[in-house]
């Protein structure tokens, strides 16, 4: 995919002076977007810190995959420091298409328990079927989305959501979807015009033998899937 790619300061923004945002991410920054999921994303995000199953900084193959393969997809934003111009934030954007292969077999093949997440989110998506929900053949999805701690509470997430909308309007998606995995990240997509459509409380999600499979803290308590039309129609 390209498009021009832009950055642009906060000035006057209060909170969010000093922050740059720059969309989409290019492909050439890829390993520091990596550094910072593994610093962050990987050991804040609540299932991830639930699971405990990467420290801090350390590599994770399904994850750094999933990481690489989206920035490439070239729709993803970035929240940098104005003055280092080091990465604070992430969204990380890609495209869903009604044509996309079934995932079993590929999350048959993993290993680790981060499949045990990709295998929620991919039940959830075949259960719910937004395509066929809404008529479209394409969604703009949001997937990871993620502010370095010492940054967070600035509304990073929030402008960072609001740019990614832009951007998937822009390239012309009626819809755009996220899994919100966690409570903040469901605060910033709410306040952005977004509509849970679907719940699935941690407490209730069980394994075979009966075991809750994600022991989070709180207030993480569900995964939402949020939707917004792009186009202002109700969902
Ligand atoms: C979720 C996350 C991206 C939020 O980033 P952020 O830039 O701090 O979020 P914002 O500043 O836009 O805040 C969004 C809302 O969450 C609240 N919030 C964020 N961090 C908070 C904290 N530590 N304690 C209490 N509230 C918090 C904000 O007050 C705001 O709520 P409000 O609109 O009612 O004021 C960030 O905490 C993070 O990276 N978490 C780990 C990764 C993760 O869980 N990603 C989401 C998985 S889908």
Redesign the pocket.
């Known amino acids: 995919m390209s498009q021009e790619q832009y950055s642009s300061s906060c000035k006057g923004k209060g909170?969010l002076e000093g922050i740059t945002f720059q969309t989409p991410i290019p492909e050439c920054r890829c390993n520091e977007v990596l550094d910072h999921m593994r610093k962050?994303?990987y050991v804040?995000?609540?299932?991830l810190t639930a699971l405990d199953v990467i420290k801090v900084g350390e590599p994770q193959p399904e994850m750094d995959a999933y990481v690489v393969e989206t920035v490439k997809e070239g729709c993803s934003v970035a929240a940098l420091d104005s003055k280092t111009d080091k990465i604070v934030?992430v969204a990380l954007n890609g495209v869903m298409r009604s044509s996309d292969p079934d995932l079993k077999e590929k999350l048959d093949k993993m290993n680790s328990k981060v499949k045990l997440i990709f295998e929620m989110i991919n039940n959830s998506n075949k259960h719910l079927d937004l395509f066929c929900r809404y008529g479209v053949d394409e969604i703009f999805e949001i997937r990871?989305?993620?502010?370095?701690?010492t940054?967070?509470?600035?509304?990073?997430?929030?402008?960072?959501?609001l740019r990614s909308d832009n951007l998937g309007r822009k390239l012309g998606f009626k819809l755009g979807k996220?899994?919100?995995?966690?409570?903040?990240?469901?605060?910033?997509f709410i306040?952005n015009g977004y509509e849970k459509i679907h719940e699935i409380k941690y407490a209730c999600y069980k394994d075979k033998q009966g075991n809750v499979i994600f022991k989070t803290k709180p207030?993480?308590e569900s995964?939402a899937v949020l939707v917004k039309h792009y186009d202002g129609g109700d969902c």
């Open positions: 909170k962050s994303f804040n995000e609540p299932l934030g990871l989305i993620s502010v370095d701690s940054y967070s509470g600035k509304g990073i997430a929030r402008e960072l959501v996220a899994d919100c995995t966690g409570f903040f990240s469901q605060k910033a306040k207030p993480h995964m």
